[in-house]
């Protein structure tokens, strides 16, 4: 039985990985675009960063582990293949080999992976690209940036969420002169709400900070908000500046584009698959493909999927568990998820495995705050019944000598009072109290009940009322 899977990111090598280990007799074959597989580009701003030093690292896999090891199926990789269109009416899809070769490959089961691309937008353009910009989504970008980086000292980074922080991050370890440009009004827009962006803004600036005082020794980044990039000023096919919409000029040596992803399914235009507005794969509930119907007036019709086509990672939407809608939430943790669902819906299409959804956790670290969210927030969700409190206390007992401020928002329905999501922002590592939240929101808990559960205290961890319960109690 043949399987294509298109992309050896982690939803492909999830799937491709667990049909080898638990299935005989099957015949796979990975398609990639590059010459490895299974990076783990999450890492990227650290590698740049030095916290490790040996760039193999970044892959979790190699096509050699998987040659030296005893599976059940071989694997077949296709390294620096292409694949540009599918038919799925022929079960057929067509790619470009290493000698810039048209060929097809016939398949059973098809798996399309492919990940995400850069936001790539004008003046910025990656065909011409000078020496000194790049992207930070691949092993490429990641050695070419740590290579770059050692002789620059104006970094100019384009976008304020979550990579354009971490590489913010990156740089001012390595004493850069930083200045993200951000088009959004606050840091993080996306992700947290209004709360937590001043916390944000001064944790990365370095202004305003009385609960964290800055240090003298550590260096702190420009932020410009409301602000987009009109021109570049290119000299020997290096920009040296930058011209923003408020007419300033931006010094640097070196430019990173952070300002988002687009899924990567351009070669998808040519046949009936169903994209969501930004591109994404729709996807059901078990990971197949659905078939674009949308002239349909029959509701059931336009949920109609193709049963051997699947799909998922940052490529593909994902049904969050909340109201079971299909949203785009590209997060590795989800990938690695839904690589297992596919994995078993295809070993055993007869006994379907259900994707139960998402609630999109997720956690980054901007200098020495860390924040992390689950669940529901404000910007996405407005219903008239949904409430939310946001307070704020210490992570520990105040007399503790690394006691530091500690805020917490949730929201939950004000009629069933079920907990639907947090937000959280504090330092020492507080804020995987998420976990305890996610567990909650997942089982549907009713938020009044958080004050009574039996949470760790020691005086080095927490305070004996836990800031979960403090917000629990409050709510009536």
Not at 71 to 87: P, T
Not at 240 to 261: H, M, P, R, W, Y
């Amino acid at each position: 039985m043949k399987i294509a899977i298109i992309g050896a990111g982690a939803a492909g090598m999830g799937v491709a990985s667990k049909l080898s280990r638990e299935h005989e007799k099957l015949n796979i074959h990975v398609f990639q675009n590059h010459n490895y597989i299974s990076l783990g580009a999450c890492g990227i701003p650290y590698f740049i960063a030095n916290d490790f030093k040996k760039q193999a690292l970044l892959n979790a896999r190699t096509v050699k582990d998987f040659k030296n090891e005893q599976y059940k199926s071989k694997i077949h990789f296709h390294l620096n293949h292409n694949v540009n269109n599918i038919n799925p009416e022929k079960n057929e899809l067509t790619y470009e080999n290493k000698k810039k070769e048209q060929k097809t490959f016939k398949y059973k089961y098809l798996v399309i992976a492919t990940g995400a691309k850069p936001n790539v937008f004008s003046p910025f353009d990656l065909q011409s690209q000078p020496k000194n910009l790049f992207t930070v989504i691949n092993k490429e970008d990641a050695i070419n940036i740590k290579a770059m980086i050692k002789n620059a000292q104006k970094i100019a980074i384009i976008g304020g969420s979550f990579i354009g922080l971490e590489m913010a991050e990156t740089c001012l370890k390595l004493k850069k002169s930083v200045t993200i440009i951000e088009v959004k009004d606050r840091l993080m827009a996306n992700v947290f709400d209004q709360e937590f962006s001043p916390l944000i803004y001064n944790e990365i600036t370095g202004t305003n900070k009385v609960e964290n005082k800055p240090k003298k020794s550590e260096h702190y980044a420009k932020v410009l908000l409301n602000t987009t990039v009109n021109k570049l000023n290119v000299k020997d096919n290096v920009i040296i500046s930058l011209e923003t919409n408020n007419s300033k000029q931006i010094d640097c040596d070196l430019v990173l584009l952070a300002s988002g992803f687009t899924p990567n399914t351009s070669f998808l235009t040519k046949n009936n698959i169903k994209l969501a507005k930004n591109n994404a794969i729709v996807i059901n509930e078990y990971g197949e493909v659905l078939i674009d119907n949308t002239d349909s007036k029959d509701k059931n019709v336009r949920k109609i999927a193709y049963e051997n086509i699947f799909s998922g990672g940052d490529c593909a939407t994902i049904i969050n568990q909340t109201n079971q809608t299909n949203n785009y939430l590209p997060l590795a943790t989800s990938a690695n998820k839904i690589a297992r669902i596919i994995a078993n819906n295809i070993m055993y299409p007869y006994k379907k495995e259900v994707w139960p959804g998402t609630l999109g956790a997720s956690i980054i670290r901007v200098k020495h705050l860390e924040l992390a969210r689950v669940g529901i927030k404000d910007d996405y969700w407005k219903p008239e019944n949904i409430a939310s409190i946001f307070i704020k206390n210490t992570d520990t007992p105040t007399y503790f000598p690394s006691s530091k401020p500690l805020y917490l928002k949730l929201f939950y329905d004000k009629v069933s009072y079920q907990i639907l999501g947090a937000e959280m922002a504090g330092y020492n590592k507080a804020v995987l109290r998420i976990d305890a939240l996610s567990t909650a929101i997942w089982n549907k808990m009713d938020v009044r009940d958080l004050q009574y559960l039996d949470l760790v205290y020691a005086p080095p961890f927490a305070t004996t009322t836990d800031i979960i319960q403090i917000a629990a109690r409050k709510i009536k």
